[in-house]
C-alpha cells in the first residue's frame, strides 16, 4: 500500500478535480503491475495498472492495493471495479472509501458481490492525508486553501519603509512558482497588487493554469496593471464588494476581467463568500499570495487549511515592520488557530516549512 501511496503523488497537479489514487497488484509476493491516475480524463490507477501486466492472466488471483475506493459508475471513463473484476484479481485492498456519492461504497460492494475478497481500512490515515483537498471540497464544497507568505528571520514580511522584494532566495521563489503551477487559483488582495504589480503566472508553466483571483473591497486593479492587461490571456476574477462603483466594473469587465460580486463588507465574511464561490467554480487547491490584511481575514475566517513559509535569511527590525498575518489576531492563546508541522525543506540559506491546520 506504501508502494501505491508513492506512485498516487505522481499525479498531483495532473488530476484534480480527481484524487490522486495509486493501485498496485501483487501475485505470489512480488509486484507485477503498477500505475496511478495520471490525468484527469485519462485512465484511473486500476486500469493503468491492469495494462501494465506483462500477461494479463498475472492478474487472476492476485491482490490488488489500491489508495481509494475502485469508482463503480461510468465517468470520463468506465467503472474501475468492474476492470478487477474482469481481470479475475482474487482480493481487493482498500486503503479508504470514496466519499463521492456516486461511489461511497458502492465498488466495494460491487467487488464483494463478484465474489473477491475486499479489505478496507490499510492505511487509511495517510491516504486521507494525501487526498485532503479532494475529501474536502467533496464534504463541504470548499476548496483546500494554502497560505504561502516570506518572511525574514524576525517574522517580517517587508521593511518599515515598506520594501519586500526579495526577502527569500532564487531556489525558494522556484519552489513557489512550482505551487503555482499545480493549484487552481491564486489570490491576492488589492494591496499586493498596488505594492507589487504582479502577474500571478506560473514561470515556467506548470500541469495546471491557475486563475487570478483578487478580493477588491473597496477599490479595482487599475487598467493598466499586470493583472488586467493579461486578463484576456490568462483567466483574471475580482471579488468584488458592493462599495465598488458600476462604471468602474464595466471598464475592467470590458479589458477581460470576469465579476464575482459578493454582497459582504466584513473581511472575514467577503473571504468567505469569495472562497465559497470560487469551490463553486470547480477549485480543489487555492492559494493564498496576499498581504497581512487578506491572510488575516482567511484566518479569522477560519479557512486556512495548509501554511507554506518561506523563512529568508534576513532580519529588518522595527517594531513598525509588518508581520504575515494582520487583522484584529486573538486576545489569548486559547484561541489561536493550531497547526502541525508536516515539512521542512532548506533552500541554499532559506528554509521552508509547512504547516496543516490541526483537526480536533
Not at 492478474?59 to 463503480?72: I, M
Not at 487526498?131 to 516570506?150: D, E, T, Y
Not at 515592520?321 to 497547526?339: D, K, S
Request: hydrophobic share 45%; with cysteine.
Amino acid at each position: 500500500m506504501q508502494a501505491a501511496l508513492d506512485l498516487a503523488r505522481s499525479g498531483q497537479g495532473h488530476v484534480e478535480p480527481n484524487p490522486m489514487v495509486g493501485c498496485v497488484i501483487v501475485r505470489d509476493g512480488c509486484v507485477v503491475g503498477q500505475g496511478f491516475h495520471g490525468q484527469f480524463g485519462g485512465p484511473h490507477a486500476e486500469v493503468a495498472a491492469i495494462r501494465s501486466l506483462a500477461n494479463p492472466a498475472d492478474a487472476r488471483g492476485a491482490t490488488a492495493y489500491v489508495t481509494l475506493e475502485p469508482c463503480c459508475h461510468f465517468g470520463k471513463t468506465p467503472p474501475c471495479a468492474d476492470a478487477l473484476i474482469e481481470v479475475g484479481v482474487g482480493r481487493v485492498v482498500v486503503a479508504m472509501e470514496d466519499p463521492f456519492d456516486q461511489v461511497s461504497g458502492g465498488g466495494i460492494a460491487k467487488l464483494r458481490a463478484a465474489g473477491i475478497e475486499v479489505t478496507v481500512g490499510t492505511r487509511c490515515a495517510e491516504a486521507g492525508d494525501l487526498n485532503a483537498p479532494f475529501l474536502k471540497r467533496v464534504q463541504s464544497g470548499l476548496p483546500w486553501v494554502i497560505a504561502k507568505w516570506a518572511m525574514t528571520i524576525d517574522g517580517r514580511i517587508a521593511t518599515v519603509g515598506g520594501e519586500s522584494q526579495w526577502i527569500t532566495g532564487a531556489s525558494s521563489r522556484a519552489e513557489v512558482h512550482r505551487l503555482r503551477g499545480r493549484v487552481d487559483a491564486i489570490v491576492v488582495g488589492m494591496g499586493t497588487v498596488v505594492a507589487d504589480d504582479p502577474t500571478l503566472t506560473a514561470r515556467p508553466a506548470g500541469p495546471r493554469a491557475a486563475d487570478r483571483v483578487v478580493y477588491c473591497r473597496n477599490r479595482l486593479p487599475s487598467l493598466d496593471s499586470n493583472l488586467v492587461r493579461t486578463a484576456k490571456d490568462h483567466r483574471l476574477i475580482l471579488v468584488v464588494g458592493p462599495e465598488i462603483d458600476r462604471q468602474s466594473l464595466d471598464q475592467v469587465r470590458a479589458a477581460g476581467a470576469e465579476i464575482m460580486p459578493v454582497d459582504a463588507v466584513d473581511l472575514a465574511a467577503m473571504a468567505r463568500a469569495g472562497i465559497q464561490a470560487i469551490g463553486e467554480s470547480g477549485a480543489t487547491n487555492v492559494m493564498l499570495e496576499g498581504g497581512s490584511e487578506l491572510l488575516g481575514s482567511f484566518f479569522l475566517a477560519s479557512l486556512i487549511d495548509e501554511c507554506h513559509v518561506y523563512v529568508g535569511a534576513k532580519a529588518f527590525g522595527g517594531a513598525a515592520a509588518p508581520g504575515p498575518v494582520g487583522g484584529i489576531g486573538v486576545a489569548e492563546i486559547a484561541q489561536a488557530t493550531n497547526f502541525k508541522l508536516r515539512a521542512m525543506d532548506q533552500f541554499d540559506d532559506d528554509v521552508r516549512l509547512i504547516y496543516r491546520r490541526f483537526a480536533d
